[in-house]
């Protein structure tokens, strides 16, 4: 079973089914990154592969972050916040 809107691919309809609704549907939680929104985890999915395929960039000193958790840590060095 494919789905119709990316390239995955699952031998079972209902992980077809389950994919589509968790990553194609509008999400009603917040899904944020880089201060942009977005209205699905796909369209999230494709900005960090686009954009943070090499990590996450601190914009005020430039040290590089494998994920986004350790980045946001990192800013309070820069607010000195705590």
């Known amino acids: 079973f494919g789905c119709p809107q990316c390239r995955y691919v699952t031998?079972?309809?209902n992980n077809l089914k389950r994919h589509v609704?968790?990553?194609?549907?509008?999400c009603d939680k917040l899904l944020?990154?880089?201060?942009?929104?977005?209205k699905n985890?796909?369209?999230?999915r494709d900005h960090v592969l686009l954009f943070h395929?090499?990590?996450y960039l601190c914009r005020l000193c430039g040290r590089n972050f494998c994920r986004k958790a350790?980045?946001?840590?990192?800013?309070?060095?820069?607010s000195g916040q705590k």
């Open 11 to 13: 031998d079972r309809k």
């Open 21 to 26: 609704s968790t990553m194609h549907q509008e």
């Open 32 to 38: 944020e990154c880089c201060g942009v929104s977005f």
């Open 41 to 44: 985890k796909a369209a999230l």
């Open 53 to 55: 395929s090499n990590g």
């Open 70 to 78: 350790p980045l946001k840590r990192h800013l309070a060095v820069h």
